[in-house]
């Protein structure tokens, strides 16, 4: 019989700051809101193609994209209200582009400040946690190669990387070190487990990494820390990388050590989804775990993967169920005293 973990009331539950951007943050929020209320969501903000691209150049805002979709998994509306936020125009000026963007927009033109506009949409979807960016400053992302050739923009480092075909050796926001909000660093600094990713690594995850105070605040934090890694390389951006290879480039973008557990999937992939995988550049990612482990990093393995619509994704449900088990047994000691005759819960820190 399967462990399911004991789920005390959510406003009860483990405070947790997950940090990163794109399609693998929010699937994992949407996991994480049945566990606990006391969720803060850091989503980079250096996002420039696409919709949000667009609103980008056109209103001088920071992109909307990875915030609307973390809004949106953490929302409890009525069903209409969901769709209507997930909602693409087709034709027209305004195609490809969402309806919640534009919400956002909309409130950001009407607010004093993006983070404002931002806890305001979180209002109107009665969303459990809060959803933060990691700076309200413009930044760009920049990435350099092996082969000394560099780009501006997160939207062209894919094709950069495909025509220069090297390695990504750095990546860095222009301009450097923009402060980050002070609510992101409070989430952090309160967090009783902090989860980096999972998500791209050098265009969602690294990015709130560069971003001053937040390293500092992840080190100085005696919380549990996680690196939830791709379960897949990424073609563009990290073909044939390895579980070290990954985290080797998070210590290397902030500080050795940053975090010491790894979570990595243990379900199998079928073959024919991983061969189109393989077809188009990417593979299953491989767990050196002995590499990992001379970067001062234990991998834990779970099964926590799924295939959806033929793409291999986190199943939401089981990799929130993970986390809060590691975070059960790591986060937690139970000790027991002779004298008194009595159990003692201590937590990590103290």
């Not at 700051?17 to 994992?28: D, E, P, R, W």
């Not at 834990?300 to 449900?317: F, K, L, M």
Request: hydrophobic share 40%; proline share 5%; net charge negative.
């Amino acid at each position: 019989m399967e462990y399911q973990p004991y789920r005390a009331p959510r406003k009860h539950g483990p405070r947790i700051a997950v940090i990163g951007g794109g399609h693998g943050l929010s699937n994992m929020l949407r996991g994480l809101k049945d566990y606990t209320e006391n969720l803060a969501a850091i989503v980079t903000v250096a996002d420039d193609g696409g919709g949000s691209g667009a609103l980008r150049q056109d209103l001088g805002m920071p992109p909307p994209g990875d915030i609307r979709n973390c809004l949106a998994a953490l929302a409890n509306t009525e069903p209409l209200m969901k769709q209507m936020m997930d909602y693409r125009f087709q034709e027209g000026s305004l195609a490809g582009q969402s309806f919640g963007n534009l919400f956002l927009a909309a409130l950001n033109g009407i607010s004093p400040s993006f983070d404002t506009a931002v806890r305001r949409m979180s209002e109107v979807l009665a969303i459990t946690g809060r959803v933060l960016p990691v700076t309200t400053a413009d930044v760009q992302l920049e990435a350099e190669f092996e082969n000394g050739a560099s780009v501006v923009g997160e939207s062209k480092i894919f094709h950069c990387k495909k025509k220069e075909d090297c390695r990504i050796t750095k990546v860095r926001l222009l301009p450097e070190r923009p402060k980050a909000l002070p609510e992101a660093l409070s989430a952090i600094h309160e967090a009783d487990m902090i989860v980096l990713g999972p998500g791209s690594l050098y265009t969602s995850i690294i990015p709130n990494l560069l971003v001053d105070g937040i390293v500092d605040a992840i080190r100085e934090s005696t919380a549990l820390k996680i690196y939830a890694c791709n379960v897949m390389t990424q073609e563009g951006e990290t073909e044939g990388y390895t579980a070290s290879d990954h985290i080797a480039a998070l210590f290397k973008h902030s500080v050795p050590g940053l975090f010491h557990l790894c979570l990595v999937n243990s379900s199998p992939i079928p073959r024919d989804v991983a061969e189109r995988y393989a077809a188009e550049g990417a593979e299953l990612l491989r767990y050196d775990a002995d590499r990992c482990a001379a970067l001062g990093v234990e991998l834990v393995s779970r099964p926590i993967a799924t295939v959806q619509d033929g793409y291999v994704r986190h199943h939401p449900d089981k990799l929130a169920q993970e986390l809060i088990l590691l975070h059960a047994e790591r986060n937690v000691r139970i000790a027991r005293d002779y004298k008194a005759d009595k159990y003692q819960v201590e937590k990590r820190g103290t």
